[in-house]
């Protein structure tokens, strides 16, 4: 069956790695739906957040094929984890669609970083779902800009 | 000791025991080459034609020693020029380190003359590569690099070196020889489970791959064959993985093998796949491969686990080992199947000639087999010639084929022979090719006669591009669209004069014989070749057509259908 998959990758803080990692992808016809690389408490490690599609065999396919490669440490599909992801979107076409995101920002607790004539910018951080909900909310008033980070995720204790 | 860049990379060689490398100069690696002429009394070198060629060689030489092949290329199209190596040595596992020059660290980047991005190009060819743009990371490096190609699942790897880096000198302090890692020992629960399937079942059949002999498990495999009392195929890497004397030995398995592999293949009960990665051209149609039987596979590398075909149970892990702990856990099976398909009458296909090309290769191959005693080392090219070789030849212990089976490298042959021979003196060293790759690399006759290697180039000439022309018959119309060569008229011999090489020509059955005595006899000093006259419609048969189910393979085309 067919489902979205977390992968939490270790890898070597090398030169390239990350074109290693997305060319594995690219020629074994793996898609990735997001990708986040970021340090970690280690200088020389780096972790990737993978968001992939597919079904289980694919999935352990992706895991076997990425632990061949010389520069990853650890692939770890994560089941019990907290997935987070950060967006940055400007919103609105008025003064008065201004206000009205305010009220939604602050129902979200989103954060206004940077407030125009009409619109205004406004960074979130949360569960997937909730950024979801957050800019099916915003549509009507007119996304100017958006970007999502990728989901981060580490598993639970 | 204070070394330079060049004379660190000669060193790390001589400590890991590569004391034959395989290679072509040029400007991003003078450094490199000053150092070789230096160490002239410690490292052999061998230049070939073309870098492709010396890429073969460091992959023959790998295949039939065993040992890491060594390949060094300068920047741009020295090291664009070794891909189509590499990547042959990638699809078959096989044990290489490529050297490759590069244009000075400041030069990087800005399309200087010769650059190329080596180590961009060949990340999906290589288990892993590395630029060095540090000195003092040199040594370490290039010990890395032969613990990487030597650990789990072999491959080749490469190290990029830019020019500077080679003329710098650094403190060098001898490491010592890499130590590949150790496969971890195969999961006890899997064992049991794949025990219990071979207990359970009565009609088990064996098929060894190139792991079988990467591994160096062939008497494990033989052990194991005995005590589950089955019959035994190889794959085309896994020639020579089981003796194909032994009574066991049903032919190889796949698009071109045996209609009693495949009939073995779909009444077993039980499908033991040992080192191997059913390739597309043994599986023909995943989903109903080996249908009446449960499947085990065996294997170093889990990547390979339910890639192509589903198996029922896996065991991840040095074949030989794995092999050596089933076999300690097996009681002695009898099953009367096994006798009975052993003993079976299959309708195996054997080649005719025609009037006016009365010779077959089947004979040739066949008579070759007999004078060399079955203990030759066959290379081949890539078509109809590598098939052929794989059928006729009887194999009897591993790194005496060497073939490009997954990359099907047109042109590979003639430099791997070489490699072979170079690895194996004591050893008949045989390459038998097609005329269409013959033409590809022939320039490697120079390096065979320059460097007196004496192996023997066995032209079969059908004037056509079989491989490619069978299809064509077959799912093309019969449209033979730029598989005719007959307006190329090639005189071997004068060709092979032209190289310093003699040359004779098969044309009849008498010719046979004494033809390959003598090229044999010559073969002992110095290389030879051998052109053999067919009829350009000897098919490769039996066949099974890509894809379709591995049954009732075809063994008979009628040419004037």
Redesign the interface.
Known sequence: MEQEYVLSVKVNNNN?VL??VA?LFS?RCFNIKSLNAAETEEPDISRLTIVVEGDF?VI??IK??L?????IHEVKILNDAVTREHILIRAGRSEEDRHKIIEIANLYRAKPVDVGKDSIMLELTGEPVKLDSFIDLLKPFGIIKMVRSGITALERD | MLLTGADIIVECLLSEGADTVFGYPGGAVLNIYDSIYKYGDRIRHIITSHEQGACHAADGYARATGKTGVVIATSGPGATNLTTGIATAYMDSIPLVAITGNVSCGLLGLDSFQEVDT??IT??IT??NFIVKDIKELAKTIRLAFE?VGS??KGPVLIDIPKDITAAAAEYTPLGKSVPKQAENANEDDIEKALEFIRNSQKPYIYAGGGVVSAEAETELARLAELCDAPVSCSLMGQGAFDQRNRRYIGMLGMHGTVKAAEALNECDLFIGIGTRFSDRVIGEPAVFGKNAKIIHIDI???E???NVEAQATIKGDVKNVLNTLCGKIEQKKNSWTDEIIARKCNEPVQKGTADFPVTPEAVIRKLDELTNSEAVIATEVGQNQMWAAQYYTFTKPRSFISSGGLGTMGYGLGAAIGAKVGCPEKTVVNIAGDGSFAMNLNELITAYAHKIPIIEIVINNNVLGMVRQWQRLFYEKHFSQTTLDNRHIDYVKLGEAFGIKAFVIAKNEDIEPVLKQALEISKTEPVMVEVKIDKDINVLPMIPAGKPVVNPITEINLEA
């Open positions: 390239g074109l290693r060319g020629r065999k352990t396919q076997n094929q632990m061949k490669l010389y520069d | 180590t961009g990340m999906p288990k892993h990487i789990g699942r590398d889990p990547a686990f339910n890639k």
